[in-house]
């Protein structure tokens, strides 16, 4: 459930960076282990086979596998961009998931129907956590961004001072999806904490909450979206406790920003509050809590819906983004309320001038396709300093882009 990097079209250099990198980090790669890690590999063969996993799977994965040591830099240091909430609403809230969402949905339509009709959960939750968590499971996003999550997972297990025994459960857990054969070790590319797939979950989650939607006989979190999409439905639903039929919630107008508590939509009307759109509140005996994010921006009633994706990350901003993104995706428009100093975000066409801009200009954006991940924030962040731009946020929008078409 990490940001993704940005990366279209890479350069031969970064290509062959690439290329080096994964080639060692094979699981039968021929380089020396770092001194210590064969002897902890040999006692936890022991407890591996303990748990079930059967000798072959270990020979094949671990018997001449490497650590991958870069994973602390990950670990203790994540890149650090200062973002106010209508730019973090607004990188993910971006044009171009609103139109490959829609793409995606087309593709898909119905294996959202059923889903929808198994679970009570609506496509447009679905349509955002899939986009924001793996690009709709764009092929780039596994060869350009992930990493094979083995080799990571064997290094914190062996050497994170803190949690070793949490990092090493989890690659227990990796090395019983391929001992089920639902997946194979070159196949199980991830984050650098070992998240995988489509809605990128943890190998604990797969094993635990994962069901085999498409019936093939395996639960796998790659290929075909099948079983990551209805596996995470069945997540918001026995987890987040998703309502069917309620909608996460609605911006809207008049007072009672200052009410706290949970109130029902009627009580909410009768109080003089009513939905930016003019449109009745579907279900009046439905309960919703008020919230404004920001004093002056627009405020909401959040529904049980709101919160049951807020448990798929507990982060408050993370699921406002995620929900409005499916709205945008099926066709509701920006929030009417801006928020206080915000622009309005860059159309697809915008973003991939500036990427462009960037890059002539120096800037390593990564690509040109309009995705703005860590890349292109960086990239941005640089110009920024140069330029003389404050703050030097990263934040790549209306007035980032007025200054490149002035040039330096």
Known sequence: MSPLDSRFRPSRRRLLQSALGAAA?????????????????????????????????????????????????????????NEQLWQYINRRVSDWRIINGRDALRKNEALFGRIERDFGVERGTLLALWGVESAYGDPLVQQNHMRPVFPSLAALAWNEPRRKAYWETELINALKIVDKGWSTPEEMRGSWAGAMGHTQWMPEVWLNVGIDYDRDGRVSPFGK???????????????????????????????????????????????????????????????????????????????????????????????????????????????????????????????????????????DTGGTDGRVGNDTMKAVRDFQTRAGLSPADGYGGLKVLARLRQGL
Not at 44 to 72: C, N, Y
Not at 290 to 311: D, E, I
């Open 25 to 81: 980090l094979l699981p039968f790669a021929a380089h020396a282990a770092p001194a210590g890690f064969d002897e902890w590999r040999d006692g936890f063969r022991a407890r591996a086979l303990a748990k079930g996993i059967s000798p072959q799977t270990w020979d094949r994965v671990m018997s001449r596998l490497e650590p991958d040591m870069s994973v602390f830099k990950n670990f203790q240091k994540q890149p650090e961009f």
């Open 225 to 363: 979206p099948d079983d990551a999409l209805g596996s995470t439905a069945k997540y918001l639903v026995n987890r987040g406790k998703y309502h069917r039929g309620e909608h996460w919630g609605y911006e809207v107008r008049g007072p009672g920003g200052a009410v706290s508590g949970s109130r029902s939509y009627l009580a909410w009307s009768r109080s003089g509050v009513t939905r930016v759109d003019g449109e009745p509140f579907p279900d009046p005996q439905a309960s919703a809590t008020m919230w404004v994010p920001v004093a002056g921006g627009p405020q909401f009633l959040l529904g049980p819906n709101f919160y049951a994706v807020r448990s798929y990350n507990p982060s408050m901003n993370y699921a406002l983004a995620i929900c409005h993104l499916g709205d945008r995706i099926l066709g509701a428009g920006p929030f009417a309320q801006p928020f206080p100093g915000s622009e309005r975000a860059l159309t697809l066409a915008e973003v991939q001038e500036m990427q462009t801009r960037l890059t002539r200009a120096g800037f």
